[in-house]
């Protein structure tokens, strides 16, 4: 198994431009989260799926975007790119059912908006 | 309100010494969950240990221990004779019932210093 994948490892994007960060699981996980590490403020929850179709908010939603079109792929979409967006993105998964399991986290995608 | 509260920012030992990250949490559900990651200079997120509100068990794994103590709401980490390899942020974690919300700390950056 891969675990959990995302692609690119760095971006760098000019304010404005829209671009979508990659991330993609093999363990069929029906639950999968995007967060944002900034320095001093942890990881913050972007937004989260429990199932393909299924989409909800996490606690900073605004500026992206997401979907759930398969159980293996949630791709995060910034469709204007803002400086305030430069951070490192992390994508996650676990079971669905598993409400106390760890979450399994990709490597991170490091983006910066000039 | 913070519903993890890691009040330790930065943390410098000198190599073999103890040292113990504190983790203080909030939450009305009596069922959840608490993690500790770690996440070395690599900037990958590892995962440590799991507890379970109902097992207040204190856990300890080779130079690892963690206190869970549910009358103070904390989950605390000691690292024993603490060595360079250790060297990394620590974020504690915490998921609620539903289990669809991560909640993480804003991190313990751990420097060991040889």
């Known amino acids: 198994n891969a675990g959990v994948t995302q692609t690119p490892k760095f971006q760098v994007l000019k304010t404005g431009q829209s671009m979508t960060l990659q991330c993609a699981q093999d363990?069929?996980?029906?639950?999968m989260s995007w967060y944002r590490q900034d320095p001093g403020m942890g990881l913050r929850l972007i937004h989260y799926?429990?199932?393909?179709?299924?989409?909800d908010q996490g606690e900073v939603p605004n500026g992206y975007n997401v979907s759930r079109s398969t159980t293996e792929d949630f791709p995060l979409r910034l469709l204007s790119a803002a400086p305030s967006q430069t951070s490192v993105y992390f994508c996650?998964?676990?079971?669905?059912?598993?409400?106390?399991?760890?979450?399994?986290f990709g490597p991170g995608t490091r983006l910066t908006v000039l | 309100a913070q519903k993890v509260t890691q009040a330790q920012t930065e943390i410098s030992v000198v190599e073999k010494e103890d040292v113990t990250l504190d983790c203080v949490y909030e939450?009305?559900?009596?069922?959840?969950?608490l993690f500790w990651y770690k996440q070395p200079p690599s900037g990958e997120l590892v995962f440590l240990i799991r507890?379970?509100?109902?097992?207040?068990q204190n856990e300890i794994s080779g130079r690892y221990s963690w206190n869970f103590q549910k009358s103070t709401s904390s989950f605390n980490f000691t690292i024993t004779a603490s060595q360079v390899v250790d060297s990394a942020v620590y974020f504690c974690a915490l998921s609620e019932d539903t289990g669809n919300q991560f909640y993480f700390g804003t991190g313990t950056s751990l420097t060991v210093i040889p």
């Open positions: 996650a998964s676990r079971p669905f059912g598993g409400v106390g399991d760890t979450q399994y």
């Open positions: 363990m069929n996980h029906e639950y």
């Open positions: 939450t009305r559900d009596t069922t959840y969950y």
């Open positions: 799926s429990v199932g393909a179709g299924i989409t």
């Open positions: 507890r379970n509100s109902f097992d207040e």
